[in-house]
């Protein structure tokens, strides 16, 4: 792993209505070398086809998903 590389991580659920904020305020980051990781705790919404879209666009966006199983497992996903 790259030292220089900072790990955004973002933990969502129902949240289609705001993701899209969330992910361009990281791709209008002036620093470039960074990651998105965005840990979807089974959200019903259109959070993931959102997510697919910013994927197509940038490789540094990772996208993760906790099919309903306990919280925790969402920040655990994310330290790894």
Do not use: H, P
């Not at 955004?8 to 209008?28: Q, V």
């Amino acid at each position: 792993m790259d030292k220089n590389l900072i790990s955004i991580i973002i933990i969502t659920y129902n949240r289609a209505g705001f993701i899209s904020e969330a992910i361009e305020s990281a791709l209008g980051q002036s620093f470039f070398d960074w990651e998105l990781i965005v840990i979807d705790d089974a959200s019903e919404d259109d959070t993931r086809e959102i997510v697919e879209e910013y994927i197509v666009r940038d490789s540094r966006i990772k996208y993760f998903r906790n099919d309903g199983r306990a919280r925790g497992i969402c920040r655990r996903v994310g330290q790894r």
